[in-house]
């Protein structure tokens, strides 16, 4: 039995640990209208990536404690000195300095506002949230830039107050561990693993 | 960015005028089981040869230096797929390089080609593009494509693009739209056009007869977009032969059309929507610093820009293309567009983009019936004929040829060969598909300049390609 792929990090070098690739056999493809001639040939191909979250890893690991930070440039130099940046940005757009992380929860709870939205029907492979898709954009006061995510609870629309909620109970450690709820949602309704 | 210096606003300039002299492409379809991707690029490469009376090896003698265009290396499964292509055109050892830009890679490929022209670098240079999109089912594809979004912040929703897309449609569906029926009716009129103009094409892979109603009552994908407001996925391949002025008019000698002139610009906004900051509407030639002073007034959530609304990558690559080539109205200046209709929507944000309307009037250039070959309202010639070809929605989406098919269309009624291309029996009979009883005659009379804009996911890169009969400049030394 194989084992899925692990990775850990020790003396800034990957330790990895079991399977990264599955094999799984080609087929060939043939032709049903002249007497099943050879066409091509499938490349089944199953393999894990490894990734770094680099400077955004913080952001990462906050969503499973319940917390969205952001960044701010406060580079005294910078033209655009103040520029508020959600999703977190490591460095400033304009002065390529690197920002001050701070905790946006508060301001996400009292300020977060639907931009835009779209329910979506279909999925592409891969995909673990359920369908239809609730995509959500998200203004908070004084932010420069508009959130993606998705709504977990009701129907979304223009101008509706949102809170966000956090995958605290075993977070995936992906941005599907940040989602949102219509003001008002109740503690109950939120989905298995969110909190507030 | 949200201010330019104006070391960014420096208008375009090429060094020497450069020519597309010819073009040619392959059967756009969903799938080609029975031929390698380099057999498309041949048929391409043999049809281009084909239209200036050379054979392909005479032609192939002429270029010296080659730009490939594939979108995913990914979706064809190979790695330096360009180098696979170059060997099997036998262009090497000649100087090749491979071009990357999403969707907008058909008009990325030719700006490369063009600049290695201007520059002196080549007299004559082969741009080609192509896409394999059958090599993996559509939701495995719909994966790959959404790949291409941030794959930290964006891709794990649902691995769907077309969701990420949607949501700046739903806001400029509300707000400019102001979500009415009448305007969801403009829309699928969209595309009824493109599937009935792609019926007259043999070419293209959705050639469709359907209604208004057909349209609005297509499965929803993500409200209020509907499958037949949605692009097609394609395999297939396009190219251009671009050159310098004593190569076009030697390449030409024997053909029925001289060559065009042609100019590439290009501009690029965030990868992740999430990431746009509100900025100045940069100004078109055509348009005045006041007229958007209370655009926040005439559609309330109106007045953010760029916003979620423009696609300020297009606004941007016509302000560079028009000064660089002297358009000031591309209603006045131009004969016909290609644009990158993804989506049926994105077809009314981008005429807004490109001046054709301003911010906010999109819908009218397609009320007014300016967009067609035959102004049904008026029952004469459209005034801005727009996506003859059937576009992305009718013809095709094979990502790295899009932009060049788009091109080619409209040298080809620059050429005033429309009706030859399209028309030949043999073409359809060699495609396998049926010509239609009622096919039309789709030339634009007497085209003498056109645009085609090609454009990258949620306009992340988006070219624009003009094109002009050299006897019908708009500047002097463009
Ligand atoms: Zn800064």
Known sequence: MSMFGQVYVKDNKYRIKGDFHHLTPNVPIRNADEGWKLMGVTNPRDMTYIHSYGGEAQFFEALGEGKLLGTRCDNPDCEFKGTVYQPFRIHCADCLGKNTVFDMTKLAKTTATVHTFMVCERAGAFNTLDKPIKFVNIEFEGVDTILMSYLSVGDPEIGMKLLPIFQTKNPTCTILDLSWVPAGTKAEELPEGFTF | ?478
């Open chain 2, 1 to 478: 960015m949200i201010k330019f210096s104006k070391h960014q606003l420096k208008v375009p300039k090429l060094m020497r005028p450069v020519y597309m002299v010819t073009g040619g492409q392959s059967k756009f379809d969903r799938a080609i089981p029975d031929k390698r991707t380099e057999e498309l690029c041949i048929d391409a490469l043999t049809m281009a040869a084909g239209l200036i009376n050379m054979s392909p090896a005479e032609l192939k003698s002429y270029i010296h230096t080659a730009y490939y265009g594939h979108f995913a290396d990914h979706f064809g499964d190979q790695l330096l797929g360009e180098a696979v292509i170059h060997d099997r055109l036998g262009l090497d050892p000649l100087g090749t390089i491979g071009i990357k830009t999403g969707g907008a890679t058909g008009g990325s490929t030719p700006w490369e080609a063009v600049k290695a022209v201007a520059s002196g670098y080549s007299d004559c240079t082969l741009a080609m593009g192509w896409e394999r999109m059958d090599e993996v089912p559509t939701d495995e594809g719909n994966f790959l494509i959404s790949c291409a979004a941030d794959k930290d912040w964006e891709s794990p929703l649902g691995h769907i693009y077309t969701g990420y897309y949607a949501v700046m449609a739903q806001r400029y569906w509300q707000i400019f739209g102001k979500a009415e029926d009448s305007f969801r009716e403009t829309l699928a009129e969209i595309s009824v056009k493109h599937h009935g103009y792609a019926r007259m094409n043999p070419f293209a892979h959705s050639p469709k007869k359907i209604t208004v109603a057909d349209v609005i009552k297509s499965p929803v994908v993500a409200y209020p977009l509907r499958a037949l407001d949605c692009c097609l996925m394609s395999v297939g391949a396009a190219c251009a032969i671009i050159c310098d002025e004593k190569t076009a008019i030697e390449l030409t000698k024997n053909s029925s059309h001289k060559p065009v002139r042609i100019w590439v610009s290009a501009a690029s906004h965030t990868l992740r929507p999430a990431d746009r900051r509100d900025m100045d509407i940069p100004l078109l030639p055509n348009e005045t610093p006041d007229q958007y002073k209370d655009l926040g007034k005439r559609f309330p959530g109106g007045d953010r820009y760029p916003g979620f609304t423009g696609f300020l990558a297009a606004r941007m690559a016509v302000w560079y293309g028009y000064r660089m080539t002297g358009v000031i109205d591309p209603n006045e200046d131009l004969d016909l567009l290609e644009l990158h209709d993804a989506f049926t929507i994105s077809d009314v944000q981008t005429y807004e983009d490109i001046g054709v309307r301003p911010y906010g009037e999109g819908r009218d250039y397609v009320e007014s019936g300016d967009c067609y070959h035959m102004n049904p309202k008026t029952g004469e010639p459209g005034k801005l004929p727009s996506n003859i070809s059937g576009g992305l929605i009718g013809c095709m989406h094979a990502v790295g040829a899009t932009g060049i098919m788009q091109t080619f269309e409209v040298a080809s009624h620059i050429w005033n060969r429309w009706a030859e291309i399209h028309g030949d029996e043999k073409r359809w009979k060699e495609f396998a598909r049926e010509k239609p009883a009622d096919w039309t005659d789709l030339q634009v009379k007497g085209a003498k300049r056109g645009m085609a804009i090609s454009h990258a996911g949620v306009g992340s890169h988006v070219t624009a390609t003009i094109l002009m009969d050299p006897d019908n400049l708009l500047k002097e030394n463009a």
